[in-house]
């Protein structure tokens, strides 16, 4: 990993990193075995959050949020890759360098 940035926990307890340098999320097994896990579009990873079985990530440079389903296969569900605020649905909205992620649940607690 070039710039571990966020970390989360998966039910197995296995942890997924995302890194800000680098398109790689990394898994990290209960016995500490580091491996790439899935490599996303463009040239970095944000922040990730866990939510109904799927990751969710940030691309900063990329103006975008993916979906990461367990296979390590991806689908955009956020931002057009151009820079903007706009409101859409399907991967139609534009957003600006995302910073962070969070999920209904996590409002909760």
Do not use: W
């Not at 039910?11 to 580091?34: E, M, N």
């Not at 866990?50 to 993916?66: P, S």
């Not at 367990?70 to 600006?96: I, P």
């Amino acid at each position: 990993m070039k710039s571990p940035n966020s970390i989360v926990q998966g039910p197995s307890g296995a942890f997924f990193v995302a890194d800000l340098r680098s398109p790689i999320l990394f898994r990290v097994s209960i016995q500490g075995k580091v491996t790439k896990f899935a490599k996303l579009p463009g040239i970095a990873c944000g922040h990730l959050a866990l939510a109904d079985g799927a990751l969710y990530a940030t691309g900063f440079a990329e103006h975008g949020i993916v979906r990461v389903e367990s296979g390590a296969s991806f689908s955009v569900v956020a931002g057009t890759g151009a820079r903007g605020f706009e409101d859409g649905a399907n991967g139609a909205a534009n957003v600006s360098y995302p910073n962070g992620i969070g999920t209904a649940s996590d409002a909760a607690h």
